[in-house]
């Protein structure tokens, strides 16, 4: 059996708990929760199960020296004492990234050079030569965090961020981050045993998530690369095992509905879920909340609509009285999950919500709320025995923060009243160069062309919005889509 080792598994804010269960069900020993990260042990294995699987982590690092320093030069001599030739060689590019947390180191920027300074000055000594810097694309991420005086140096395994799955193809101004959305629904307990719907969809990434999440593909299977394939002890046939068994996924027995108001979004949606490969589960089409009809099935609904921030709306209350309303008249019995960031906007649902869980999207504090939807008077509701919070969510709520008190929202509303281009949703498009493939590129794509080989036709399956348009047609895309092309949005 191949010797454990320490590992991290980096993650947003409040998603540290579910990042731990996915860590938990792949196997991984000594899990400690930490802020915004999760430590484990594991072997090599384990590590490329948890690039290559988990939904909820942004990075996987490898820690190969713990120490502690209070100067530069504490950082300096501690990195130049370490034997780097196991790790690079003349042939080799790398980069450092820093995380700081210091009273005595207040730039990464900084902490980097010393850290390269360090590695190079190491090479001259030693062969007269230096290994070279690459920003771009490095053989070799290294990752510094320091907390006070207490140092971590990583192997980055990851590379690229994992919340680049590799199917984004176009982008919707500020649409949701990926390894975000997949903990969002992971957090609702859904279970792929109904319908999951989306009514402001965006660029479609909670209803490809959730299609992942019903059909246990792993996220991974879009990625071109990792960073631990450039290492010299990448283990290639492990590797090749772990991407090429699908035993674990699964048939998925309901569907997935996305919706949005503009077209623009729709159209983007679209082209992310056939690069997915996901069209046979997930249906795209243009419609207005305000139109939407009680579902023949039961259904979980998941959203989030403009805050007012990044995406203007004229009139954000009124949106959000709109969302009240549709989800009591039209989706009686169900469960509804709403992601905002303005205590105010929630206050215009007008409904209890069972739970909040505080959540960061961006740098945006949120919360996100479930809502038990039901038919009648709440009072008859609970006559028949029925409750709006379990217990365990009533212990939760008692945990949770509310909402800070010295926003100024109210008054950046009137003024953004003014702006008469302004929608539910205003969007900004961005398109990307298509680039050369790469790096096993042939054995994924294969996977995904047989997916798609046969499903040319629109799905003409009932669904919740009861419109008479022909929905949105196009071209079938020609093999698979190069990950490579960016998001349009920062890490």
Known sequence: MEQEFELIAKTFMGLEPVLAQELTALGANDIEIGRRMVSFKGDKELMYRANFQLRTAIKVLKPIKHFKATTADEVYNAIKAMDWSQYL?????FAVDSVVFSEEFRHSKFVSYKVK???????REKTGQRPNISVTNPD???????????????LDSSGESLHRRGYRQEAVEAPLNEVLAAGMILMTGWKADCDFIDPMCGSGTLPIEAALIAKNIAPGVFRKEYAFEKWPDFDEELFDRIYNDDSQEREFNHHIYGYDIDMAAVAKASLNVKAAGLTKVITIEQADFKDFKQPGEPALMMMNPPY??????????GTYRMIGETLK?????????????????FDQIGLKPSIKIPLYNGSLEC????????????????????????DEEKRAMAEKHRFKKNRDFKKRLDEEEENEQGDIRSFKFHSFARK???????????????EER????TRKAEHPFRSKGKGFKRKNPKGFFDSRERDAYDD
């Open 117 to 123: 300074d360090a590695i190079v000055d190491q090479f």
């Open 454 to 457: 046969d499903d040319r036709r």
């Open 89 to 93: 060689d003349l042939k080799k590019s």
């Open 308 to 317: 007012g921030e990044r995406i203007s709306t004229p009139d954000i209350f």
């Open 329 to 345: 008249r039209q989706f009686k019995n169900n469960t509804a999950w709403v992601l905002s960031y303005r205590q105010e906007c």
């Open 436 to 450: 050369d493939t790469e790096n096993n590129y042939e054995r994924r794509r294969d996977r995904f062309d047989r």
């Open 140 to 154: 070799i991420r290294l990752n510094m965090h320091i907390a006070e005086d207490k140092c971590t140096l990583s």
């Open 367 to 390: 919360e996100f709320r479930k809502y038990q939807m039901f038919e009648g008077k709440f009072k008859e509701f609970r006559s028949e025995g029925n409750q709006i919070k379990t």
